[in-house]
């Protein structure tokens, strides 16, 4: 990770609602000399004090191996990104570059049982479906049988967050003029370009406060 200054979120609130608002993360971890990563979708957590990543995964997979043998876990929230091309800067004769934020979180991964996983479960769908008792796929809605053979099939953790670092690159490293017209070009392109011209235009008042 680039830890420069200029590209650095002074708010930690800011940081923590970009992992809310982009829960699909990538999990991170070593066993026997051998990196295993999965995306998973994640729950951020806050209890007495300490940041808390609740998820589920598959049993007997390399992941869950390895997590087993090293609980030592690193997280990766990424968002829109996208390929910035120097021509938009007053001037061009640089190199072209990429926008994008990434917020890395490092701790420590355990397992829960039975009782844990149908609590994760709860937790989980009732999130993911904004509250909504009713839904048919909420876990206590789902039938008996389809519940204890889903259950077989996962396991639940826990990642207790020791440590987030994090990159907001969004040109704040350019001058105003090439700075705007880097947003307008991002914004005309549409998909993840816009997106991240979006969060350019809503942090230009902390880039250039004047």
Do not use: C
């Not at 640089?94 to 991964?109: D, F």
Request: net charge negative; proline share 3%.
């Amino acid at each position: 990770m680039y830890n420069l200054s200029h590209f650095k979120e002074p708010d930690q609130a800011v940081v923590i609602d970009f992992m809310k608002q982009h829960p699909f993360a990538m999990l991170i971890g070593n066993a026997d000399e051998r990196s295993v990563a999965t995306q998973i979708p994640l729950l951020f957590e806050e209890r007495d004090g300490k940041m808390i990543l609740l998820g589920h995964m598959m049993r007997k997979q390399d992941h869950q191996l390895a997590f087993e043998k090293n609980s030592n876990v690193l997280v990766v929230f990424t968002g829109p990104h996208t390929y910035v091309s120097a021509t938009w800067y007053k001037d061009p004769q640089q190199a072209s570059t990429w926008n994008y934020i990434s917020v890395h979180a490092r701790g420590t991964i355990s397992f829960l049982d039975e009782k844990g996983l149908e609590d994760a479960l709860r937790k989980l769908t009732l999130h993911y479906e904004n509250q909504n008792t009713n839904s048919t796929t909420v876990f206590d809605n789902l039938p008996h049988d389809y519940r204890s053979s889903l259950m077989k099939a996962i396991v639940a953790f826990e990642i207790e967050v020791s440590s987030v670092e994090h990159v907001f690159k969004l040109s704040q490293n350019r001058d105003e003029e090439s700075y705007h017209h880097i947003a307008d070009k991002l914004k005309a392109e549409g998909g993840d370009a816009a997106a991240v011209a979006e969060m350019m235009e809503e942090r230009k008042s902390k880039v250039f406060p004047s």
